[in-house]
């Protein structure tokens, strides 16, 4: 089955450390996404990739970075340097097109807490 | 930034009535699409309209886009517990190919 998969679903983080959540697609999907999700909020931006070796900075790109070393990968480390890391982080991913109308496929989502 | 924002915040209807979620944006847009999650998931896209259409039907979900009032509406008809969901608009705006999404619209369909 093609999809996103998102791991691990849960993940703790010491203050000070970083930590990288992994986002993997097998649909062979162009461009690929970071969001960020606080409790009963909407999903904010964190970076973006549309090509290979790539990617642009969301509107919350700030103590956090990718890598787009592969097409179908796309991992996002959250750094120390990120004060409030504690939130759902989701990944998407999406096949480009000239017109650009196809939706995200999301991936299940990694529920990030500092302790 | 949010781009969008939904209309109301949440919304409690019985199973068979209709709900109706509005979506309000800023900008120039390429297209607006909506999208489904059920708690602690991942989003589902549920149907998307370009900037130059006014109507569009997917089953039971109608969804309405006035580019000169920058809002869109979410329709979903005959509408079942199942439904029970978060509802998210969202846009791709002019010029930057990643979607801004809004605050969302909690609905509770009763059984």
């Known amino acids: 089955d093609g999809g996103i998969t998102q791991s691990p679903k849960y993940l703790f983080r010491k203050e000070g450390q970083n930590v990288t959540l992994s986002c993997e697609q097998n649909l062979n999907h162009d461009a690929m996404y970071w969001y960020r999700q606080d409790p009963g909020q909407g999903l904010r931006l964190i970076y973006y990739s549309q090509i290979v070796n790539d990617f642009q900075k969301g509107d919350i790109a700030e103590g956090y970075s990718v890598s787009r070393e592969k097409k179908e990968s796309f991992p996002l480390t959250v750094t120390s340097a990120q004060k409030n890391p504690t939130a759902f982080y989701l990944c998407?991913?999406?096949?480009?097109?000239?017109?650009?109308?196809?939706?995200?496929?999301f991936g299940s989502g990694t529920r990030l807490t500092v302790v | 930034s949010q781009q969008g924002e939904e209309d109301p915040q949440a919304l409690s209807i019985q199973e068979g009535e209709n709900a109706t979620m509005n979506c309000s944006y800023k900008?120039?847009?390429?297209?607006l699409q909506w999208y489904r999650q059920n708690s602690g998931r991942g989003l589902v896209h549920l149907i998307l309209i370009r900037s130059n259409e006014r109507e569009k039907h997917s089953g039971r979900l109608r969804v309405t886009l006035d580019t000169s009032k920058k809002s869109s509406s979410l329709l979903i008809t005959a509408s079942r517990a199942a439904d029970t969901a978060s509802y998210f608009c969202?846009?791709?705006?002019?010029?930057?190919?990643?979607?801004?999404f809004g605050s969302g619209t909690r609905l509770q369909v009763q059984p």
């Open positions: 998407a991913s999406r096949q480009l097109t000239l017109t650009g109308e196809d939706g995200y496929t």
């Open positions: 969202a846009t791709e705006r002019t010029g930057r190919r990643a979607l801004t």
């Open positions: 900008t120039s847009i390429n297209n």
